[in-house]
């Protein structure tokens, strides 16, 4: 729910920014303001991530999720009383530091406190909420008038917030601060009463082998950990610089100008954000089954050919007299193959990543690093874009998707190895094993 909460707020600018350009809006701002407000969430977002990441091993990870709840609901009892674009920068870097927090720490968490069997499953789902808040955000802004559609992004840290304090600290933050009473009361909750004698004990060794090291150094300080932390940058640059963000992020304002026989841009913006939520919500039965590494690579690859695909037609329709108004169903098929081959592999399964190859030690601040990354190229992605149709066009972004994309796939070939099926210990055992790092037992982590 604070993936939902945090996407949501992420995204909310998006169907309103033609209403905020207008002459009719309340908040007078240009095409620029809303290029910079759109980018300047990832500010704060990068400066939030890093220390969240470390703090998390510290004051725990329950605490820094539960603190997406009320820094955006303070965001939005601004956003209430204020119409002017000041405003409007505070709000976003408010809620960028609450994106920060979520997307750090909230990967570790799931990691620590989900089995083997559905891990992969559970991070999968983050990316469906992630989704699923875009979808309400686009139908509910959409549809509502402003201040309407503030009430409906305000209840939404509520819910989360009543909800998520409910639950139970990471087993593994516990047993870091020698709370081993406290963990087996933890771990037995989200086992729904199981015997958990045997899984506690594992953990608990692999944490007191973990806690001999265990600053931003050792994200580096081996081949080992610089592959594992290679891997993840790969898989995160690819998710977030390949095209998705950016479509929703611009959905509206791009397909406004897009000759479109059958349907409305704002339509087809939420058809984009249902084809999201439901092919990630297929995709998370499948990553447990299918292998991460094949699902990678199959994305990667699908997303070059449908960028390309995309960047043809924009091209052919801004530099070329050739009339492709009969032919937009092709832009429909760029953008099907681009959604749904997103999130069957690099989508779907960044965070699960990102929690699978960092080692527990790392894994905090190694989450807040990512974070740091994903912003940077988040940032670049979406304020690129505009400068970008202003000196060139539409196509030349998709260009640009399609050269990301296509790199990304020939380094996941190179470099991801299969940890569909394996504990946390196995994973970290296999890149060990592949940088000739066997067998010193700091390789045995989980």
Known sequence: LSMFVASAAFIWLEPVTLWLISKDSEIKMTTADVSWLSACIELSSFISGLPCGILADRWGRKLFILSVGPICFFSWLIAFFTRDLASMYVIRLMQGFAEGACFAVGPAYIAEISSPDIRGALGAHTVVLMYLGFLYSFSTGSYLNYENYLYSQAVLPVIFFISFVFMPESPYYLLMKSKRNKAFEALS????GEDITEELNTIEEAVKEDLKKGNWRDLFATKSDRRAFF?????NVATYMSGVTTVCMYATQTFVTTSLLWI???QLTMLISIILCISAFLASFVTDSIG????????SLGITISNLIISIYYYLAEKTSLDVTHVTWILFIGLLGLCVLTNIGVGELVHTIQAEFFPSHTRSIGGGVTTAISTIAIFISVKAY???????GVYMN???YTVISLISAILIVIYVQESNGKTLA???????EITNEIPPQSCDKQ
Do not use: H, Y
């Open 189 to 192: 909750w989200l086992r729904g």
């Open 231 to 235: 891997i993840v940058q790969i898989v």
């Open 264 to 266: 409305t841009a704002k």
């Open 292 to 299: 991460r590494r094949k699902l990678l690579i199959i994305s």
């Open 386 to 392: 505009q400068p970008l149709i202003d000196m060139f």
């Open 398 to 400: 998709f260009v640009s």
């Open 426 to 432: 196995e994973i970290n055992k296999d890149i060990c």
